[in-house]
Protein backbone atom coordinates (compact mmCIF):
# COMPACT_ATOMS: atom_id res chain seq x y z
CA UNK A 1 0.00 0.00 0.00
CA UNK A 2 3.21 2.66 0.45
CA UNK A 3 4.22 2.12 -3.20
CA UNK A 4 0.58 3.13 -4.43
CA UNK A 5 0.31 6.06 -1.79
CA UNK A 6 3.73 7.36 -3.20
CA UNK A 7 2.66 6.77 -6.78
CA UNK A 8 -0.30 8.97 -6.39
CA UNK A 9 1.90 11.69 -4.22
CA UNK A 10 4.09 11.63 -7.51
CA UNK A 11 1.21 11.56 -10.34
CA UNK A 12 -0.14 14.67 -8.28
CA UNK A 13 2.79 16.35 -7.76
CA UNK A 14 3.70 15.88 -11.45
CA UNK A 15 0.59 17.44 -12.78
CA UNK A 16 0.72 20.33 -10.48
CA UNK A 17 4.03 21.16 -10.84
CA UNK A 18 3.97 20.92 -14.90
CA UNK A 19 0.33 22.66 -14.81
CA UNK A 20 0.95 25.09 -12.56
CA UNK A 21 4.94 26.13 -15.23
CA UNK A 22 2.27 25.26 -18.45
CA UNK A 23 -0.54 28.04 -17.18
CA UNK A 24 1.98 30.45 -16.36
CA UNK A 25 4.08 29.83 -19.96
CA UNK A 26 0.80 30.51 -21.17
CA UNK A 27 0.27 33.86 -19.32
CA UNK A 28 3.43 35.06 -20.11
CA UNK A 29 3.61 34.11 -23.63
CA UNK A 30 -0.22 35.93 -24.29
CA UNK A 31 1.16 39.15 -22.34
CA UNK A 32 4.51 39.09 -24.35
CA UNK A 33 2.87 38.86 -27.44
CA UNK A 34 0.29 41.76 -26.89
CA UNK A 35 3.16 43.55 -25.76
CA UNK A 36 5.06 42.63 -28.93
CA UNK A 37 2.20 43.17 -31.01
CA UNK A 38 -0.03 45.78 -29.02
CA UNK A 39 -2.19 48.15 -31.23
CA UNK A 40 -1.86 50.75 -28.88
CA UNK A 41 -5.01 52.80 -30.48
CA UNK A 42 -7.07 49.85 -28.71
CA UNK A 43 -8.53 50.82 -25.76
CA UNK A 44 -9.63 47.45 -24.70
CA UNK A 45 -6.96 45.05 -24.21
CA UNK A 46 -9.19 42.19 -23.77
CA UNK A 47 -9.78 42.53 -27.92
CA UNK A 48 -6.39 41.83 -28.32
CA UNK A 49 -6.11 38.30 -29.79
CA UNK A 50 -3.15 37.53 -28.19
CA UNK A 51 -4.98 38.26 -24.71
CA UNK A 52 -6.67 35.03 -25.52
CA UNK A 53 -3.78 32.67 -24.94
CA UNK A 54 -3.07 34.40 -21.35
CA UNK A 55 -6.99 34.01 -20.84
CA UNK A 56 -6.19 30.29 -21.56
CA UNK A 57 -3.56 30.32 -18.88
CA UNK A 58 -5.39 31.72 -15.83
CA UNK A 59 -8.26 29.05 -16.79
CA UNK A 60 -6.10 26.63 -16.83
CA UNK A 61 -4.88 27.70 -13.02
CA UNK A 62 -8.25 27.69 -11.99
CA UNK A 63 -8.64 24.00 -13.26
CA UNK A 64 -6.05 22.29 -12.11
CA UNK A 65 -7.55 21.55 -8.64
CA UNK A 66 -10.39 19.69 -10.81
CA UNK A 67 -7.72 18.05 -12.68
CA UNK A 68 -6.30 16.93 -9.47
CA UNK A 69 -9.68 15.51 -8.46
CA UNK A 70 -10.09 13.72 -11.78
CA UNK A 71 -6.66 12.20 -11.44
CA UNK A 72 -7.57 10.99 -7.89
CA UNK A 73 -10.94 9.42 -8.68
CA UNK A 74 -9.06 7.50 -11.70
CA UNK A 75 -6.46 6.29 -9.37
CA UNK A 76 -8.88 5.30 -6.82
CA UNK A 77 -10.91 3.18 -9.09
CA UNK A 78 -8.04 1.48 -10.71
CA UNK A 79 -6.94 0.46 -7.26
CA UNK A 80 -10.28 -1.09 -6.27
CA UNK A 81 -10.48 1.63 -3.59
CA UNK A 82 -14.05 2.48 -4.00
CA UNK A 83 -14.88 4.51 -0.82
CA UNK A 84 -12.07 6.98 -1.69
CA UNK A 85 -13.36 6.74 -5.25
CA UNK A 86 -16.63 7.65 -4.16
CA UNK A 87 -15.34 10.68 -2.40
CA UNK A 88 -13.46 12.04 -5.14
CA UNK A 89 -16.15 11.64 -7.30
CA UNK A 90 -18.64 13.57 -4.88
CA UNK A 91 -16.38 16.17 -5.09
CA UNK A 92 -16.44 16.65 -8.62
CA UNK A 93 -19.82 15.85 -8.80
CA UNK A 94 -20.59 19.26 -6.38
CA UNK A 95 -17.51 21.28 -8.40
CA UNK A 96 -19.41 20.58 -11.66
CA UNK A 97 -22.79 21.40 -9.92
CA UNK A 98 -21.20 24.72 -8.97
CA UNK A 99 -19.69 25.31 -12.18
CA UNK A 100 -22.96 24.84 -13.77
CA UNK A 101 -24.97 26.54 -11.67
CA UNK A 102 -22.34 29.42 -12.25
CA UNK A 103 -22.71 29.47 -15.94
CA UNK A 104 -26.74 29.32 -15.76
CA UNK A 105 -27.19 31.79 -13.19
CA UNK A 106 -25.20 34.55 -15.75
Known sequence: MKCAERRLEELLSALLWY?????????GLGFALALIDAHFGTRNL???PNLRIATIGIALFILLPSFRVLLMLL???REHDF???SIAGLVLAIIV???FLGVHAT
Open 19 to 27: GSWLAAAAI
Open 75 to 77: IFI
Open 46 to 48: VLL
Open 97 to 99: LGV
Open 83 to 85: GFA
